[in-house]
């Protein structure tokens, strides 16, 4: 059964700093992985879709990589500002995107 | 953790035809119920948002009219696929959040799968 963790649940940093964000997968037998971020009182926005078959995806400031073989993926975000406070979620498709797992998420607080 | 059922999981139908999707909160309320659609290779697409009692709000490109939805109480929010057509297969998946509480208190269902045929 396929479960997916993230660390930590919460990170609050100053403007400007470096960070990332952790997402641990199970099984590696998964079709695609994708990060997404939420705002309250909004749905999901897609971030990085990252296909099994890729290591690495980029997208401004942001960079998510992929490691099937230890069941990891990355979310790193670059000179992080107050825009970037939101939930983070990474997702793990098993087969064809008949099945999705979440993970519970990362609540982000950038300082001003 | 709060759980959010989404039904059917798989669905096939005719082309012509219509098919409800349900998605209900099992031990929370929510106000609003997210409804996304997935094409293969492609990342979730936020469809509308769901508000109890009110009309959905669509995203820019979404019929209204072919994607009827219906959130009549707080624990069920329903997307009907009106005249479904080849083009309509795809991954659909509904999310809620309790009444009231916004921070990291998402909720997914589980998805369904449609193909019309």
């Known amino acids: 059964k396929q479960e997916v963790t993230q660390i930590p649940a919460a990170l609050s940093v100053p403007e400007g700093e470096n960070l990332v964000l952790n997402c641990s997968f199970t099984d590696s037998a998964i079709y695609n992985l994708q990060w997404f971020r939420q705002d309250p009182g909004k749905g999901l926005t897609s971030l990085l879709l990252i296909q099994s078959s890729q290591r690495e995806q980029t997208s401004g400031r942001l960079n998510a990589s992929l490691d099937k073989s230890s069941g990891r993926s990355t979310l790193y975000i670059a000179a992080s500002q107050p825009g970037d406070s939101a939930t983070y979620l990474c997702?793990?498709?098993?087969?064809?995107?008949?099945?999705?797992?979440f993970g519970p998420g990362t609540s982000l607080s950038v300082i001003p | 953790g709060a759980v959010v059922s989404q039904h059917p999981s798989r669905v096939i139908c005719k082309s012509g035809t219509s098919v409800k999707i349900e998605c209900r909160s099992l031990?929370?309320?929510?106000?609003?119920m997210f409804w996304y659609r997935q094409f293969p290779k492609q990342s979730l697409m936020l469809m509308a948002t769901s508000n109890e009692g009110s009309k959905a709000t669509y995203e820019q490109g979404v019929e209204k009219d072919k994607f009827l939805i219906n959130h009549a109480s707080l624990t069920l929010s329903t997307l009907t696929v009106t005249s479904a057509h080849p083009e309509d297969s795809s991954f659909y998946i509904c999310?809620?959040?309790?009444?009231?509480?916004?921070?990291?208190?998402?909720?997914f269902g589980q998805g369904t799968r449609l193909t019309v045929v």
């Open positions: 031990d929370f309320q929510a106000t609003t």
């Open positions: 997702a793990v498709f098993r087969t064809s995107y008949d099945k999705v797992i």
């Open positions: 999310s809620a959040s309790p009444t009231g509480r916004w921070s990291t208190e998402a909720f």
